[in-house]
């Protein structure tokens, strides 16, 4: 059987809003961060990332903001569209060790 | 980009039989790969660090005599269901790392244990 957990949180947006995700990480120590999309049955792929060193990075309609002092991590997509739904994970990476976070469920109203 | 192939992507295999599942690297070398158990719903859950030609290192409460782990080549690690149990059904995902921080997901693989 498979176990009983927490159902993931949502978020839903109408077509071309703009998204923010959230994620709390737990190590402090953490120097890189990812953010993926998972949609139903596949791998996660890779969005976009950021070292401790910086606290904003963009990408293609993608921002990832990172604030260190209380260990959280958000991004931000731009002119949301329906191939945008998926679940969106943050993963924390320190010595070769990435975690990851509980993930967003990203709906897209047309 | 880099690519990391997973095999099978979904097997259904009776109670009390073992399963063998396959991550490689095709154009890279990875001296680590990760393996990654996600319930429905969930978030990935790290089960095991498989490092080439060493044994693998198994997150707290995973049972490494059920989950075995192989990395015998840079390109390729196996996980292993031994004696699986319906309660071992869920979605397993490797991925493998290339240096200095950049990993690679493979497309997943539903287990299935009826």
């Known amino acids: 059987g498979e176990s009983v957990g927490l159902h993931l949180p949502t978020l839903s947006v109408q077509e071309g809003d703009n998204s923010i995700i959230n994620c709390a990480y737990s190590?402090?120590?953490?120097?890189?961060f990812i953010w993926y999309k998972q949609e139903s049955g596949k791998g996660p792929q890779f969005i976009i990332d950021?070292?401790?060193?910086?606290d904003k990075r963009q990408g293609q309609r993608v921002t990832v903001l990172l604030n260190k002092t209380v260990k959280h991590l958000s991004l931000q997509i731009a002119a949301t569209q329906p191939g945008d739904s998926a679940v969106y994970f943050c993963a924390e990476n320190w010595n070769n060790d990435m975690r990851f976070g509980a993930g967003t469920r990203l709906t897209v109203k047309p | 980009g880099a690519v990391v192939s997973q095999h099978p992507s979904w097997v259904i295999c009776k109670s009390g039989t073992s399963v063998k599942i396959e991550c490689r690297s095709l154009?890279?070398?990875?001296?680590?790969m990760f393996w990654y158990r996600q319930f429905p719903k969930q978030s990935l859950m790290l089960m095991a660090t498989s490092n080439e030609g060493s044994k693998a290192t198994y997150e707290q409460g995973v049972e490494k005599d059920k989950f075995l782990i192989n990395h015998a080549s840079l390109t390729l690690s196996t996980l292993t269901v031994t004696s699986a149990h319906p309660e071992d059904s869920s979605f397993y995902i490797c991925?493998?790392?290339?240096?200095?921080?950049?990993?690679?997901f493979g497309q997943g693989t539903r287990l299935t244990v009826v």
């Open positions: 950021i070292r401790s060193n910086m």
């Open positions: 190590n402090s120590a953490s120097d890189y």
């Open positions: 154009d890279f070398q990875a001296t680590t």
């Open positions: 991925s493998a790392t290339r240096q200095p921080y950049e990993a690679f």
